[in-house]
């Protein structure tokens, strides 16, 4: 079984094509993960590959941040349910790319930095669950780990894995090159 087949779909994409190890998705216009902060509108359509995350594990995803459509994005979704969820990774956002998280508990919030010299790297994305609290760090090709979210996760049963939205545009292809899980961090520092 590879490992892309051990994951289930939510929201299926319109195609999805394994090759090499890789997986490219190909999301549907207007599939979003949001809860009604600012925008009034609530979006549980985003394309997300999830299986079980237990405390005191990380799961990392990584993918080529090649994107240019308006909120074009891909990365990490921990769900717990459509109301209590964080989603991590690259978004094109203002003109550029932007290294993004999304905390939701009810209501959602959002946090940018741009790294427009990401384009067209290979981005991972890491989430470390444990002691209540999620930890996410975000790196492109062999980089340094950059903190990018700290945020409280209860011990409701959650589920993790690779996922791809694309609200405003037709078509994106994200093309995934790995999924991997392992023991949560030893620090946050």
């Known amino acids: 079984m590879s490992t892309w087949e051990r994951g289930e779909w939510l929201n299926p994409p319109a195609a999805v094509e394994e090759a090499g190890g890789e997986l490219r998705v190909t999301s549907v216009r207007g599939s979003d993960f949001w809860q009604r902060t600012s925008y009034g509108f609530s979006r549980d359509s985003g394309h997300a590959l999830l299986r079980r995350f237990a ?3 990380a799961v990392e995803v990584s993918f080529v ?23 991590a990774g690259v978004e094109f956002s203002d003109g550029a790319l932007q290294l993004s998280a999304v905390v939701t508990h009810g209501l959602s919030d959002w946090s940018t930095a741009p790294v427009p010299d990401w384009q067209g790297r290979k981005v991972t994305v890491r989430a470390s669950w444990s002691g209540g609290a999620l930890t996410v760090r975000a790196r492109v090709d062999d980089e340094q780990w950059r903190l990018v979210r700290l945020a409280p996760l209860s011990d409701a049963p959650a589920s993790a894995g690779p996922y791809c939205c694309s609200p405003d545009t037709d078509s994106l292809v994200v093309r995934f090159t790995d999924w991997r899980e392992d023991g949560a961090d030893a620090a946050l520092h």
């Open 65 to 87: 941040a090649d994107f240019s459509g308006v909120f074009e994005q891909a990365g990490v979704l921990v769900r717990v349910d459509e109301h209590t969820w964080v989603k």
């Open 55 to 57: 405390q005191d594990s």
